[in-house]
């Protein structure tokens, strides 16, 4: 079954458990060396950050700036692929992890492909390129998942992002980012078709998550990485989490992938 953005909100395909950039702090975020170990805790679902390369390569990265996750320096965005596959974005987090290297779209979405697990890519476009990412990230991702039928969740804090990923291929499933419910929320998630809102968890409870679902939108939160919490807002009807609490006994409740 193909489940577009119509009927994503009835059918949602997704699991509620996702691993924070692969496997949250215990491996160097967005790197394959996280997201297999995050599936090794049984996670059959990620988020991770997109940017570009100078030459538009989609890669994993979360900063604008290499120097916290990498040993390059400046800005990722500024720099042609060829550089950027030569950073080691491992040794950072310990010698373990020393060459790992900063991950290919294209490469992330060949390994999850192939153990058959799911991606919430959060489009993080360097400043001035939110439409050139956007539109870049959802032509990759039609590609790369052509055959799929859940096809991987785009989100974004950027609404020009979203729009520009709307317009070039509007049957993929988008999700609006949200440190607050600030006013507006409602007419931008619908102008920009989402399936879903992200929702920084303070802000969340029983009544808005309530709001969101009668809009037709499911309520996704981050990063929530205590137990009592994470517990607060399933009763609430939250139906996603993002968790850097991969190693956790608490987050260790997986449902199955309804392929």
Not at 55 to 83: K, N, S, V, Y
Not at 93 to 101: F, V
Request: net charge negative; glycine share 8%.
């Amino acid at each position: 079954m193909n489940h577009t953005c119509a009927d994503l909100s009835a059918h949602w395909p997704y699991p509620r458990w996702i691993a924070h950039r692969g496997a949250g702090k215990t491996a160097p975020e967005n790197t394959l060396s996280a997201f297999r170990l995050g599936a090794s805790h049984g996670f059959r679902m990620f988020e991770c950050d997109v940017k570009l390369s100078a030459d538009g390569e989609p890669f994993l990265l979360h900063d604008d700036d290499l120097c916290r996750t990498t040993d390059g320096q400046g800005d990722a965005g500024g720099q042609p692929w060829a550089q950027l596959s030569r950073l080691d974005a491992g040794g950072w987090h310990g010698p373990a992890y020393a060459g790992e290297p900063l991950l290919r779209l294209e490469a992330l979405a060949t390994w999850l492909l192939a153990n058959r697990l799911l991606v919430n890519l959060e489009i993080k476009p360097s400043p001035g390129r939110e439409a050139e990412t956007g539109a870049v990230v959802a032509d990759h991702v039609t590609r790369l998942w052509s055959d799929e039928a859940i096809k991987p969740l785009l989100s974004s804090f950027k609404p020009e992002a979203l729009a520009a990923a709307q317009a070039c291929q509007p049957g993929l499933p988008r999700a609006l980012l949200l440190t607050a419910w600030h006013p507006g929320w409602q007419h931008t998630a619908e102008a920009l078709g989402c399936v879903a809102v992200v929702v920084h968890h303070p802000c969340l409870d029983a009544a808005s998550i309530a709001t969101a679902h009668a809009m037709g939108l499911r309520v996704l939160t981050y990063t929530v990485n205590e137990a009592d919490r994470a517990d607060a807002l399933w009763h609430a009807g939250l139906d996603g989490l993002i968790t850097d609490a991969v190693d956790q006994p608490w987050a260790q409740e997986r449902e199955s992938v309804a392929c």
